[in-house]
């Protein structure tokens, strides 16, 4: 019988090209954005960076995570997004943390998880150019084009099929980043 485990991240081809991302600033600075820091945006810092440990970007890309709460700053990633992602090859670290006003100025972008992240990002931001820093991450997943739900949902108060789930929508959204990143188109949206 065929073996129906879907392919750990790290199991993709290399396809290393060890090229920066052109057009915006290197090394270019991500923030992912949800609202507890422990579940989702944990898991797109895990998956993000094992995609640009594949593509050997280190250099080129800076991953960080945070969230818009305060209630689990300095608490490790949620067990269950931990297991959801171990189960695809992800390990997921760091201690959670609050977003601040000095993120929008360090970071080239900030992306939220759901649209009440975004609306509380596009609030905090100290200006213009600050708010146009801010984006959903779902926006970058090729697949989703034209749908009118962007979010990834909250699985916070869920079971743990909603973790896998998670999973699966943040790395699809990932990939569509990398190759954004890559190929420079993202830049020249910024523009
Ligand atoms: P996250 O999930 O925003 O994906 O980290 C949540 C974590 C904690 C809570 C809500 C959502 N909370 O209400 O404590």
Same mark, same amino acid.
């Given at each position: ?8 991240? !790290? ?6 090209? =060890?090229?920066?991302?052109? &057009? ?9 954005? /949800? ?10 810092? &895990? ?7 594949? *593509? ?9 995570? #945070?969230?818009?709460?305060?209630? =689990? ?5 949620? #067990?269950?997004?931990? =297991?959801?992602?171990?189960?695809? &090859? ?7 943390? *609050? ?71 943040? =790395?699809?959204? /990932? ?8 190929? !420079?188109?993202?830049?020249? *949206?910024? *523009?």
């Amino acid at each position: 019988m065929a073996d129906a485990r879907p392919p750990l991240v !790290g199991e993709a081809p290399a396809g290393a090209s =060890h090229e920066p991302p052109a &057009g915006l600033p290197v090394p270019v600075r991500v923030l992912f954005v /949800c609202l507890g820091n422990i579940c989702r945006s944990p898991t797109a810092e &895990g998956v993000m960076r094992a995609l640009v440990r594949e *593509q050997g970007l280190e250099r080129s890309v800076e991953l960080e995570s #945070a969230g818009t709460g305060a209630w =689990h700053v300095g608490g490790p990633p949620d #067990a269950r997004a931990t =297991h959801a992602a171990r189960a695809r &090859g992800v390990a997921l670290e760091g201690a959670a943390r *609050q977003v601040r006003v000095d993120d929008f100025i360090n970071f080239d972008l900030l992306l939220a998880m759901d649209r009440e992240n975004l609306r509380e990002l596009r609030r905090l931001a100290p200006g213009e150019e600050e708010r146009a820093k801010v984006r959903l991450l779902r926006e970058f997943d090729p697949a989703s084009a034209g749908a009118g739900d962007l979010d990834v949902p909250d699985p916070y108060y869920g079971e743990g099929d909603g973790f896998a789930a998670v999973f699966e929508l943040v =790395h699809a959204a /990932c990939e569509g980043l990398l190759e954004q990143l890559r190929d !420079g188109s993202l830049a020249h *949206q910024a *523009q």
